[in-house]
Nanobody, 127 residues
Framework: QVQLVESGGGLVQPGGSLRLACTAS????????MTWVRQAPGKPLEWVSS????????NYADSVKGRFTISRDNAKKTHYLQMDNLKPEDTALYFC????????????????????WGQGTQVTVSL
């Protein structure tokens, strides 16, 4: 059974940092790119970042480029999202997602591209 468990969310002041983690089980983690998406209250899902299987390729939404860094540790079956210089507009529920197809990096929040999602971790950026 595929399982994705996020952690690391919280309340932080503008300009602060958080590191999210997503630990996977139930599938061959090293064969899949992994993705972070987020959803702010009243807004649709927004793709944030994706990383290829071996970390050679990393992609970011323009809204987070230069501030967020995605990484992964295949031995630990975990990928991360380091978020620096956080802004109030980064406030959202952050999800990690596993794509349907192995070895295919997916830069989209389109739900049918993914077959597994974590439960989400809340990030709130506020004074």
């Amino acid at each position: 059974q595929v399982q994705l468990v996020e952690s690391g969310g919280g309340l932080v002041q503008p300009g602060g940092s958080l590191r999210l983690a997503c630990t996977a089980s139930g599938f061959l983690f090293s064969s899949y790119s992994m993705t972070w998406v987020r959803q702010a209250p009243g807004k649709p899902l927004e793709w944030v970042s994706s990383i290829s299987t071996g970390s050679a390729n990393t992609n970011y939404a323009d809204s987070v480029k230069g501030r967020f860094t995605i990484s992964r540790d295949n031995a630990k079956k975990t990928h991360y999202l380091q978020m620096d210089n956080l802004k109030p507009e980064d406030t959202a529920l952050y999800f990690c997602a596993k794509p349907l197809k192995s070895r295919t990096i997916t830069d989209t929040a389109q739900k049918d591209v993914y077959d597994s999602w974590g439960q989400g971790t809340q990030v709130t950026v506020s004074l």
